[in-house]
Nanobody, 124 residues
Framework: QLQLVESGGGLVQAGGSLRLSCAAS????????MGWFRQVVGKEREFVAT????????AYADSVKGRFTISRDNAKNTVKLQMNSLKPEDTAVYYC?????????????????WGQGTQVTVSS
């Protein structure tokens, strides 16, 4: 089992920055690839970013590429999502997810554990 707790969401103006954190406990963290997803009410959850267990590989959705950065600290069992140049369309509940494999993945169905989510609101 792996428990995930997100933090760092909030309200920010367009063009601003936020950093989300996800703290993990339980299963060996370094053996789990991690991902960030987001969901707007009434829409399906969508992929944002993923990072491999070692941190050596990352991938991003086209909509956030160049603005968001995913990173992890295996010594502290945390994964972060640095979000810069935020846009109103980035407004969503952001979820941290973990999978039982070290390889990164972009599909929700590839992930086994989910956090409770943290709200990010970007005002125009």
């Amino acid at each position: 089992q792996l428990q995930l707790v997100e933090s760092g969401g909030g309200l920010v103006q367009a063009g601003g920055s936020l950093r989300l954190s996800c703290a993990a406990s339980g299963r060996t963290f370094s053996s789990s690839a991690m991902g960030w997803f987001r969901q707007v009410v009434g829409k399906e959850r969508e992929f944002v970013a993923t990072i491999s267990g070692s941190g050596g590989y990352t991938a991003y959705a086209d909509s956030v590429k160049g603005r968001f950065t995913i990173s992890r600290d295996n010594a502290k069992n945390t994964v972060k999502l640095q979000m810069n140049s935020l846009k109103p369309e980035d407004t969503a509940v952001y979820y941290c997810a973990a999978r039982r494999r070290v390889s990164a993945a972009t599909l929700q169905t590839d992930y086994n554990y989910w956090g409770q989510g943290t709200q990010v609101t970007v005002s125009s």
